[in-house]
């Protein structure tokens, strides 16, 4: 009895993770660049990960929401 189990493995990354690496590394020259000191440097690089809140937060109170 040969049996098989065949797996088919498909890619879920896509064009937005691309964005987001290089907003991300953007955003990490941004605030390290801005800081004034090392633990400015490290505050800037964790802002550096969440830059889309950052955005969405101004967008919305730009609107009025």
């Known amino acids: 009895m040969n049996t098989t189990n065949s797996t088919t493995h ?3 990354g896509s064009s937005a993770s691309c964005v987001y690496l290089l907003g991300m590394i953007g955003a990490s020259i941004y605030f390290i660049s ?10 800037g690089f964790l ?6 809140a950052f955005l ?3 967008a ?3 609107l009025g929401v």
Not at 34 to 43: I, P, Q, R, S
């Open 47 to 52: 802002k550096a990960l969440v830059w889309p």
């Open 10 to 12: 498909k890619s879920s």
């Open 60 to 62: 919305f109170k730009s």
């Open 34 to 43: 801005n800081a004034t000191g090392f633990w400015a440097g490290v505050l």
């Open 56 to 58: 969405v937060f101004e």
